[in-house]
């Protein structure tokens, strides 16, 4: 059991890396001075799919949090439980928010759409 969560654990750190390689590789000068979309994340509440991009990858555990699991929320933009993208992946794999997980911030782009 501990070979799997550490596994679960390296699998989590590396799709971290992966996102934040993926923002540093996009260039913010773009003619908006945005990054473009890097992400799509999907909204099960909802059944839509909306693009994202990572502002903040090393947020302090400070206010509300919503999970983000397999690039999977249950609530988005309009539904109350939607906290802006401020998200956290559970890298420990214990299902509570805590020092060993990431916090995040990576705002939803609407309009949602219904595949990827």
């Known amino acids: 059991m501990l070979k799997e969560a550490n596994l679960y ?3 989590t750190i590396l799709i971290l890396v992966f996102i ?3 923002v540093l590789a996009v260039p913010a000068a773009a003619k908006g001075g ?3 979309p890097i992400g799509v994340i999907y909204v099960t509440g909802q059944g839509l799919y909306y693009d994202t991009f990572v502002t903040a990858d090393t947020l302090p555990m400070e206010g509300p949090f919503q999970l983000l699991e397999n690039g999977q929320t249950e609530f988005g ?3 109350p439980g939607y906290l ?3 998200w956290w992946v559970d890298v420990n794999g214990n299902g509570m928010q805590d020092e060993g997980d990431s916090f995040l911030l990576c705002p ?7 595949t990827p």
């Open 20 to 22: 934040l390689a993926l």
């Open 34 to 36: 945005r990054a473009g």
């Open 77 to 79: 933009p309009g539904d």
């Open 84 to 86: 802006g993208g401020r």
């Open 9 to 11: 654990r390296k699998s």
């Open 108 to 114: 939803l782009l609407g309009p949602g759409r219904e």
